[in-house]
């Protein structure tokens, strides 16, 4: 899709529109899906904006329902300098009910499985509306170098963590960079 | 970018939340959203700049009671007074030379002066229950219109003051029917003080100094300078409510959201019309669409920006808009949640 590759080409302006005269090819075409349509490119729209630091995401190809979304580790933490991908998918009632997110970088991290899964309670029982990928995105870059040792998903993580040097060798050890794509 | 603005303000307080037993990051998140409360306080007072300092000013100045101390004691306001007296003057006596010819008697002096106090008066009453912000273009604009009832020269901007006034006079007995005196009585008589100064200094000129202080009322709020965004004046009548908002609920962020009215809704993004704009279902300053807000309502109740349970009926802030549209409102509402 050329306007997809013209946005990664860093001209946010006209992606929004591009994207908006292709129908979503998965989802069901409902004025529903029109309206979700309209949030997903405003979010998008928003985020390449906002500009924040360590945290991107994009739509994948011909599917405005499915992201792709990298975080950065942060400074200081265990993690700094290592970088993860994520995968982001909507659903039809979205915002009204969260997006499916998961590592799809191995993460070496007391709060994820070695599915990629997350735990993390604003991608399930404290979601709001209000929340976008934005705010997911810093929510779970901040929850790498501030995990939850209480409920680990990754028992063997959760146990090291208290020994962060040990802790650092391991993620070294484990983290294979996603391929740069 | 405003509802994305919006939604940051919001999401911290969110976040906060958390039961999940992440006090560090919580901490963060609490600290993150205060200064991004402070910040956005801090630009909407500096934009409010020129409205509000009259009444800053004035507040301490009433504590003093004597303008002339108060001229002594702060000493940084005092270029503002004399800017503004400056333009006061120049103002005054373009437009209203004849009159203080006429009027010039120094037998006028002492009734003049006198009617400048009880003018401070009334104003006071007035404008007292937009308390804060902006409180000086409501009390400016009542002495303006009072103003002419004791002398009938018109001007053109001097017109769409007085409308402006009869609007804004209506909003503030709206107000005084359901608010009792809030504490900020000050303000208004602070607006006089730079008067009673220029009276003070040019007692032979008492006529027309007091009128043209009652003038740059008129104007004041949007001013730093100029009568020529009279026209931006017809947006006045929405800064009463907000007012009110914030002094019966000190939530200064819901104001703030009031004033900065997003555009378009957080959840759906679609523009935000009329009736939206006039929507504020939830006291944390949250708005979103009234489609939005019904499919939440549906579905589990409670607010996006502080995930507190939507109780009530929307309600005082609107109340307080115009009495007309209050049964409007409500009722839509209702129907709305009999509907689900």
């Known amino acids: ?181 | 970018m405003v509802s994305d603005s919006i939604i940051n303000s919001s999401v911290p307080s969110a976040l906060n939340s958390k039961d999940f037993g992440k006090k560090k990051r919580a901490n963060r998140s609490a600290k993150l959203k205060q200064c991004k409360l402070d910040a956005r306080r801090e630009q909407w007072l500096s934009q409010g700049a020129g409205k509000t300092k009259g009444c800053e000013e004035n507040k301490d100045n009433v504590r003093r009671e004597f303008p002339k101390h108060s001229r002594k004691t702060s000493n940084e306001r005092e270029p503002s007074f004399l800017e503004m007296r400056g333009r006061v003057e120049g103002i005054g006596e373009s437009i209203h030379h004849h009159e203080s010819d006429m009027e010039l008697s120094p037998a006028n002096s002492p009734t003049s002066i006198l009617l400048g106090s009880t003018e401070s008066g009334t104003n006071f009453s007035g404008s007292s229950s937009s308390s804060s912000s902006s409180g000086g273009c409501c009390s400016g604009c009542i002495t303006e219109e009072e103003e002419d009832g004791d002398d009938g020269c018109l001007d053109d901007w001097e017109a769409i003051a007085d409308a402006l006034a009869a609007d804004d006079l209506n909003q503030n007995q709206n107000q005084k029917q359901c608010t009792e005196l809030p504490p900020q009585h000050g303000e208004p008589i602070t607006q006089f003080d730079p008067m009673r100064d220029l009276s003070n200094l040019k007692p032979e000129h008492p006529r027309m100094v007091q009128r043209t202080a009652a003038n740059t009322g008129a104007w004041r709020p949007d001013d730093v300078f100029r009568p020529q965004t009279l026209p931006n004046l017809s947006k006045l009548p929405s800064f009463p409510a907000t007012d009110r908002k914030f002094s019966k609920r000190g939530v200064p962020w819901a104001c703030n959201n009031a004033v900065n009215a997003p555009s378009s809704c957080p959840i759906c993004c679609e523009d935000l019309d009329f009736t939206d704009t006039k929507f504020f279902p939830c006291l944390c300053g949250f708005r979103l669409c009234l489609f939005c807000h019904k499919r939440i309502i549906e579905d589990d109740g409670r607010c996006p920006g502080c995930r507190k349970p939507y109780e009530h009926e929307p309600l005082e802030v609107e109340t307080s808009v115009h009495g007309g549209s209050l049964t409007f409102r409500l009722s839509r509402s209702c129907s709305m949640n009999t509907r689900s």
């Open chain 1, 1 to 181: 899709m050329a306007t997809i590759n013209g946005y990664q080409g860093n001209t946010p302006v006209t992606a929004p529109a591009g994207t908006a005269s292709k129908q979503p090819v998965s989802a069901a075409k409902t004025v529903d899906t029109q309206s979700v349509l309209k949030r997903l490119q405003s979010e998008l729209m928003a985020l390449m904006m906002s500009g924040d630091p360590g945290i991107s995401a994009f739509p994948e190809e011909e599917n405005i329902f499915c992201w792709k979304g990298t975080i950065t580790g942060s400074k200081d933490t265990v993690f700094e300098g290592t970088e993860y991908k994520l995968s982001l998918s909507f659903p039809n009632d979205y915002p009204f009910k969260p997006p499916k997110v998961k590592f799809e970088t191995g993460c070496f991290h007391p709060n994820v499985d070695v599915y990629g899964n997350i735990c993390l309670d604003i991608l399930q029982d404290k979601w709001s509306s209000a929340y976008d990928v934005r705010t997911i995105l810093i929510s779970i870059q901040s929850l790498l170098g501030e995990p939850n040792i209480s409920s680990p998903l990754n028992t063997q993580a959760a146990q090291l963590w208290s020994n962060q040097e040990e802790y650092r060798k391991m993620v070294e050890k484990l983290y294979k960079p996603p391929p740069s794509a």
